[in-house]
C-alpha cells in the first residue's frame, strides 16, 4: 500500500481579525455605470456593416482593376468585425444582467446560475425550455450571427461592365472614289456602261451580298466606338409623280369578244439602275409600282438622282475586331453632306467608269419587272422578272387555293427607302476599300470598353443585415437596468467570490471592482484542497483556502459543506 495521506493542522490565522472599514461608496448612475465597452462594441458592429454598405457601394460596376483587394476581402473583415463585436457586446451586457439579477429581492441563487449558463453555454440557451429569457435568446442569435459571411461575401461578384470615355481614333477612308474604280467599259466609246466590274470592286460587291464585316485600318479604338467619319457618299433627290392606270376588265362586245386595247398589261413593277449620264459624279434609280389593290388608279413613280459627294457617316468601330459599320438605324438622311463633287466627263478614258459598277451591281441585282393585264378568260395574268418584284408583292390570303384565279387586286409596297439604304451602304463600303495611308483622319470617338468589373447583389447583402440586426437587436434588452448597478462589474471569479463572502476576500473592500480588489489581494497565496474543519472529528472541508492549511484531497474523500 501506497503512503497514506495525512492531516495538516495549523493554528496560524491567515489574516488579521480587524473588523472592516467603510471605503467605496455604492453610486448607481446613468452615465457613470454606462458599460461603455459594451455599448462601444454595438457601435461598432453598426460601423462594420455600414463599412460593408459603403464597399458595395463603391465597388458596384467598377473595374476589377481599380480595386488592389477584391471587395470580397474587405466585406469579409466587415463581417468578421461585426460578429466580434456583437459577442463582446453580450459579454458586457451578461455581465451586466448578471449583476443586476443579484440585487433583486426574488432572485434565487439557481437564477444567477442560469444568467452565466445561458451566456456561457449555446446548448444550454437551446434546451433552456420554460425558462427562456433575454440572455438565452441573445445567446441563440449571436452564435449563428457569423452565417452573414457567406451571405455578404456572395453579395460582390464579378461580371461583365462597358465604360464609355472620349478617345481619338485614326481611320483611313477615301473621301472621293478613285477615277474609274468600279466599272470597265466594253460596249465603246459613245456608251460608256459598265460590262464588267473592276477586280477592287467586285471584291466590294461580293463581301456586300455576303454579309462579310467591313475590316477597317483605325488606331485606337480599344473598345465599341461610336463617331463619325468623312468619306466618299452620296446625297439623293427624288422626284415622285404618278402614272394613271386601268385593267378593269371591260364590256365585250355584241359578239362576246374584247376589244384588242382590253388586253394591253401595265408595268405594275419596275426597278432599273442607269448610268447614262457620261460623267463620273451621277447616278439614277428609276423605279414604278402600283401601290393599290384596285384595278385601276395610278402607279407610283420614283425618279431618283445620286450625286456625288463627301458626307459625315455615323458610324461604330469594333476595335477589338477591327471592322467599322453604319451607326444601327441611320439612313442617308443622317449623313451630313460636306460638299458634292464635280463629275468629269469619263469619255476621255472610254474603258473605265466610277459609278459605272454601282449601275452594273444594282442592275445584277435588283433589276425586276412585273406586268400585270386582263386576258379575257383566264381573267388576269401577271409575268415577273428578277427577285425584287416578288419580295414586295402582296398577294390576298386566298390567291391561288381553291381554283381561285390571280386577280388584279396583287400590289406593291415603296422599295424606295430599301434601294436608297443599298446604295449607301455599298458606297460606305466602297469608300473604305478604296483609302489608303493618305486617306487617315483622326476623330473623337465615344470608346465604350467592355472589362471585368464588381456587381453588387443588394439581396445578400439584406440577408447579411437581417442575421446581424436580429443578434445587434437581441443584446441590446440585456444591458437594461445597468443604472442599477452601483459600480463597474465583471465576471470574474475573484470579485463574484467576494460576492459570495469567500473567507479568503475578507477584509477587501467589498464594493471594489475587479481591479482594486486584485490590488488589494492580488497577492495573497492561496490553494485549492481539503481544509481541516473539526480536528476531533477528523473532518474537512473542500475550498479555496490558505496553502498552509489545505492538503490534497485522499481519493475516496467525503466533505462536509
Known amino acids: 500500500m501506497g503512503p497514506q495521506n495525512k492531516h495538516v493542522y495549523s493554528t496560524v490565522t491567515p489574516f488579521e481579525n480587524t473588523p472592516p472599514t467603510p471605503r467605496k461608496l455604492w453610486n448607481p448612475s446613468i452615465l457613470r455605470r454606462l458599460p461603455w465597452k459594451g455599448f462601444g462594441a454595438m457601435l461598432g458592429a453598426i460601423a462594420a456593416v455600414s463599412g460593408a454598405i459603403v464597399v458595395l457601394m463603391l465597388s458596384d460596376r467598377r473595374p476589377t482593376a481599380s480595386w488592389s483587394l477584391q471587395p470580397a476581402v474587405y466585406l469579409a473583415i466587415a463581417s468578421t468585425l461585426a460578429n466580434v463585436f456583437i459577442h463582446f457586446a453580450l459579454g458586457q451586457a451578461i455581465c451586466v444582467a448578471w449583476w443586476r439579477r443579484a440585487t433583486q429581492p426574488t432572485t434565487k441563487i439557481s437564477d444567477l446560475h442560469r444568467h452565466w449558463n ?20 441573445a445567446s441563440v442569435l449571436v452564435a449563428i450571427v457569423p ?116 388586253f394591253a398589261d401595265i408595268l405594275a413593277f419596275e426597278t432599273l439602275f442607269d448610268n447614262t449620264v457620261a460623267d463620273s459624279a451621277t447616278l439614277k434609280l428609276d423605279l414604278q409600282f402600283k401601290g393599290t389593290s384596285d384595278c385601276a388608279g395610278s402607279l407610283e413613280v420614283r425618279n431618283c438622282t445620286f450625286k456625288a459627294a463627301t458626307v459625315n457617316y455615323p458610324v461604330v468601330i469594333n476595335g477589338n475586331k477591327t471592322v467599322i459599320e453604319l451607326a444601327p438605324g441611320t439612313t442617308m438622311s443622317d449623313d451630313h453632306v460636306m460638299h458634292t463633287i464635280d463629275g468629269v466627263d469619263e469619255r476621255m478614258n472610254p474603258y473605265r467608269t466610277t459609278l459605272g459598277g454601282f449601275s452594273k451591281a444594282f442592275m445584277d441585282t435588283y433589276k425586276s419587272s412585273a406586268s400585270m393585264g386582263f386576258k379575257g378568260a383566264v381573267r388576269y395574268r401577271t409575268i415577273t422578272e428578277g427577285a425584287t418584284a416578288s419580295r414586295y408583292a402582296t398577294l390576298s390570303s386566298d390567291s391561288g387555293q381553291n381554283g381561285s384565279a ?7 409596297g415603296d422599295p424606295t427607302e430599301d434601294l436608297i439604304q443599298a446604295v449607301r451602304s455599298m458606297m460606305f463600303r466602297t469608300a473604305v476599300a478604296a483609302s489608303n495611308a493618305s486617306d487617315a483622319q483622326t476623330v473623337s470617338a465615344q470608346d465604350m470598353v467592355t472589362v471585368p468589373v464588381y456587381q453588387s447583389h443588394y439581396l445578400y447583402l439584406g440577408v447579411a443585415i437581417v442575421f446581424t440586426a436580429l443578434a445587434w437587436l437581441a443584446t441590446l434588452p440585456v444591458f437594461i437596468g445597468w443604472w442599477h448597478v452601483g459600480r463597474n462589474v465583471s465576471m470574474s471569479p475573484i470579485e463574484t467570490a467576494k460576492a459570495f463572502s469567500a473567507p479568503m476576500l475578507q477584509h477587501s473592500d467589498p464594493n471594489a ?15 485549492y484542497g481539503a481544509v481541516a474543519y473539526n480536528n476531533a472529528a477528523r473532518l474537512d472541508a473542500l475550498q479555496m483556502y490558505y496553502p498552509g492549511h489545505v492538503r490534497v484531497p485522499g481519493r475516496g474523500q467525503t466533505f462536509i459543506g
Not at 202 to 229: F, H, M, Q, W, Y
Not at 406 to 412: A, E, G, K
Open 147 to 262: 452565417i452573414n459571411g457567406p451571405f455578404l461575401q456572395r453579395a460582390s461578384r464579378v461580371g461583365l461592365g462597358k465604360f464609355v470615355h472620349d478617345s481619338p481614333v485614326q481611320i483611313q477612308i477615301a473621301q472621293q472614289l478613285p477615277l474609274g474604280y468600279t466599272g470597265i467599259v466594253a460596249s465603246g466609246r459613245g456608251r460608256p456602261y459598265a460590262s464588267f466590274l473592276t477586280p477592287e470592286f467586285k471584291d466590294v460587291v461580293n463581301a456586300t451580298n455576303n454579309l462579310t464585316p467591313i475590316t477597317i485600318v483605325s488606331k485606337g479604338c480599344a473598345g465599341e466606338c461610336t463617331t463619325r467619319v468623312q468619306g466618299a457618299g452620296f446625297t439623293v433627290d427624288c422626284a415622285h409623280s404618278t402614272v394613271p392606270f386601268d385593267i378593269q376588265p371591260p364590256e365585250p362586245a355584241s359578239d362576246g369578244t374584247f376589244p384588242a386595247s382590253a
Open 406 to 412: 390571280i386577280d388584279c387586286s396583287i400590289f406593291y
Open 118 to 137: 445561458y451566456g456561457d453555454s449555446l446548448w444550454a440557451s437551446l434546451t433552456s425550455g420554460r425558462q427562456m429569457n433575454v440572455i438565452a435568446l
Open 513 to 527: 471592482n475587479v481591479d482594486e480588489l486584485m490590488k488589494e489581494v492580488g497577492e495573497r497565496p492561496i490553494r
